[in-house]
């Protein structure tokens, strides 16, 4: 699609499990920054990462940034049931807006 | 308080009316932007504006017309409602609007056109 993939588009896991979802982007960023969305709410917002940056930790979450891939990953450790949610990249491809996908749906099972 | 909070969370209409969507922040934002999220959890931002003045207007219909009173509000009004306007409508602020600042999203309106 234009605005990048993010995959898997489903990933269930046990909860202690890491959960790893990635995003691709099609042509350069400045920033991609990864959001959180539980059910029936709101986006929040986790983590930036800038395109000069290869990696950034926030508590459990680790993301991870390959310029020469065009990807990024998000790695959430030791997963838990309230960790059940959707998870999206925004990309900003050089300009003054972020594109968003269509995101991970994560559930944790406890 | 809630920081970015939009009315009503739901609304179910008929083909052809006219509704309106309200948007409020109080984190003393300079940005807020309208974005739709659809059934495939697809998020496409539709407008925004800074201190009042419309900086990103994407490929919508014009049925669809934003409006910022102050910097702290910015509504969304919606003409002669399509069955395909059926999705939910988020309201997001930011500092200034640069890609690097989180956007604040609120809890989002879920419109349905019957």
């Known amino acids: 699609s234009q605005q990048g993939e993010e995959d898997p588009q489903a990933l269930s896991i046990q909860e202690g499990e890491n959960a790893t979802m990635n995003c691709s982007y099609k042509t350069s960023i400045n920033n991609l920054q990864w959001y959180r969305q539980n059910s029936g709410r709101g986006l929040v917002h986790l983590i930036l990462?800038?395109?000069?940056?290869r990696e950034k930790h926030s508590g459990r979450l680790r993301v991870t940034l390959d310029t020469s891939k065009k990807s990024s990953s998000l790695l959430i450790t030791a997963s838990r049931a309230a960790d059940t949610a959707s998870y999206f990249c925004?990309?900003?491809?050089?300009?003054?807006?972020?594109?968003f996908g269509t995101g991970t749906r994560l559930q944790v099972f406890p | 308080d809630t920081a970015v909070s939009q009315t009503p969370k739901y609304l179910v209409t008929q083909m052809g009316n006219d509704k309106s969507i309200k948007c409020e922040q109080n984190?003393?934002?300079?940005?807020m932007y309208w974005y739709k999220q659809d059934s495939k959890k697809f998020l496409k931002i539709m407008f925004s504006?800074?201190?009042?003045?419309?900086?990103i207007n994407e490929t919508v219909p014009n049925r669809f017309s934003p409006k910022s009173p102050d910097k702290a509000h910015l509504n969304l009004h919606i003409n002669s409602l399509e069955l395909g306007d059926s999705a939910v409508y988020f309201c997001?602020?930011?500092?200034?609007?640069?890609?690097?600042?989180?956007?604040?999203f609120g809890s989002g309106t879920q419109l349905s056109v019957l």
């Open positions: 504006y800074n201190n009042k003045e419309l900086i």
């Open positions: 997001a602020s930011s500092q200034g609007g640069a890609t690097w600042e989180k956007l604040f």
């Open positions: 925004a990309r900003d491809y050089n300009t003054d807006k972020l594109i």
């Open positions: 984190l003393g934002h300079d940005t």
């Open positions: 990462i800038r395109s000069n940056e």
